[in-house]
């Protein structure tokens, strides 16, 4: 069960990323650039941080005619990284490890370069600062050879050429070098204190003619340095915006990793998540989705937006999810439930009477506070429950979790939504991004906020 604690935070020190790009199949996003002219077809790198959503199937991060392509595959076990060309079967690298963590950020890089006699080093695979010498397959290109990656056909970031496998997930620090074969320690390095892989800046690389390096600081829709895919390496390589607008760009990055919904935590109902794990939609029944980040200490905020009635709360982390369905039936649970008017129910009983109603689309925020065991719920910035005591059962970490009725969905934020915000309110560390004020000495739910407050 993938989460995240104040251990394995990084303290905000050093190279900060301070954007993220949301990719979602639903919508069919991408980014694409067709070159005007080839580059160096034999020798490029490309490197990026991605964090992603959903698991299985194909999804392409890198892609380009002829089905060459990086990507998450599943010809031999679903969620493996490879860089491979099924039509000519020519190339077909492929990792033994598969990447099925859905709150981390993993820093992949694919180093090419055909011109090298050694076979096994004219492709090179590294995640996380580790070049990958443990593969499921592994066809080298032939010396010399050259493939539509770098070419003057069109280059796509997020889905293959065929306008299909799409990428569910978010990315950072995307970087494509035309004309040089770079290790992993050129994008990257290892923290000295914690020892855990960090991106550095990157801007001083020289990216070639075809190269371009995107920060996904801007937030306009055109292929122009004000857009979504601007590229800043000086280069001006900007890439066209299919289907992706300005609340696609995220705050939620490799250096400041926030919560959201986990898509391999959750009940064992059908449910379908979507934008960056941050909307849920249940087709039947109750079923509970828990968060990604798990709290021991300090107080937490965090908003939600529903179309239909809904069981937001926290848990223990030994709650069994898989097996039930209601979760404000069970042991170990202190929930607010939305039906004919708001109840917060602990361990299967109501503590708390019926509270104000809450509309669709009305927002509702939740202020947890784990160093007295006590959980506040706002409706539309008003306070509506405080202070309501946990689950005796809730002592030394609290799981966020959230779930709606069949049939409906809701929205969740935990600091860098998925929707239009209309105010925008920080908390104290200027972390987050939220309709209403966050309340005083409450925080994000994020790493930089975990390793100091959690």
Request: aromatic fraction near 10%.
């Amino acid at each position: 069960m993938p989460l995240i604690l104040g251990t394995n935070s990084i303290k905000d020190t050093g190279y900060n990323v301070d954007n993220s790009l949301r990719f979602n199949s639903g919508s069919s996003d991408d980014l694409n650039i067709t070159p005007g002219s080839a580059g160096n077809r034999r020798t490029w790198t490309w490197s990026a941080w991605v964090k992603r959503s959903i698991l299985g199937g194909e999804q392409n991060l890198l892609a380009s005619t002829n089905n060459n392509r990086i990507c998450f595959e599943t010809v031999d076990s679903a969620d493996q990284f490879a860089l491979t060309d099924t039509n000519t079967s020519t190339i077909d690298v492929v990792t033994n490890q598969v990447f099925r963590d859905v709150s981390a950020w993993y820093h992949l890089v694919v180093a090419f370069d055909s011109t090298q006699g050694t076979a096994a080093n004219r492709v090179k695979l590294y995640v996380n600062g580790s070049q990958v010498t443990s593969l499921a397959r592994s066809t080298y290109p032939a010396e010399d050879a050259e493939f539509s990656i770098n070419n003057t056909s069109a280059q796509y970031i997020g889905r293959n050429s065929g306008g299909s496998n799409y990428f569910n997930g978010y990315m950072s620090e995307v970087v494509f070098i035309d004309g040089q074969q770079l290790a992993a320690d050129q994008f990257g390095e290892f923290d000295s204190d914690s020892g855990i892989w960090k991106p550095i800046d990157v801007s001083g690389l020289t990216f070639g003619n075809n190269g371009f390096y995107l920060e996904f600081k801007q937030s306009g829709t055109s292929q122009n340095s004000s857009g979504l895919g601007a590229d800043t390496s000086g280069e001006d390589n900007h890439l066209a915006v299919n289907n992706l607008t300005a609340v696609d760009q995220s705050t939620d990055t490799c250096t400041n990793n926030f919560a959201t919904l986990n898509s391999v935590d959750k009940g064992f109902g059908t449910t379908a998540f979507t934008e960056g794990n941050l909307n849920a939609t249940s087709s039947s029944g109750w079923n509970p989705a828990r968060g990604t980040i798990a709290v021991s200490a300090g107080k937490w905020y965090w908003e939600i937006v529903s179309g239909n009635s809904f069981q937001i709360g926290v848990c223990n982390d030994t709650i069994d999810f898989a097996n039930n369905d209601n979760a404000q039936d069970l042991t170990g649970v202190t929930v607010f439930y939305n039906g004919s008017g708001g109840i917060i129910r602990t361990d299967g009983s109501t503590v708390g009477g019926t509270t104000a109603t809450v509309d669709a689309n009305d927002t509702v925020g939740f202020a947890l506070d784990m160093d007295n065991k006590k959980l506040s719920v706002y409706k539309n910035g008003s306070i509506i429950v405080t202070n309501t005591s946990l689950s005796t059962s809730i002592t030394d970490v609290a799981m966020i979790f959230g779930t709606t009725d069949g049939g409906g969905d809701f929205k969740i934020n935990f600091g860098s939504p998925m929707y239009a915000i209309s105010s925008g309110n920080t908390d104290a560390n200027g972390h987050g991004n939220f309709e209403y004020a966050v309340p005083s000495n409450y925080f994000a739910l994020c790493t930089k906020n975990l390793a100091e407050h959690g």
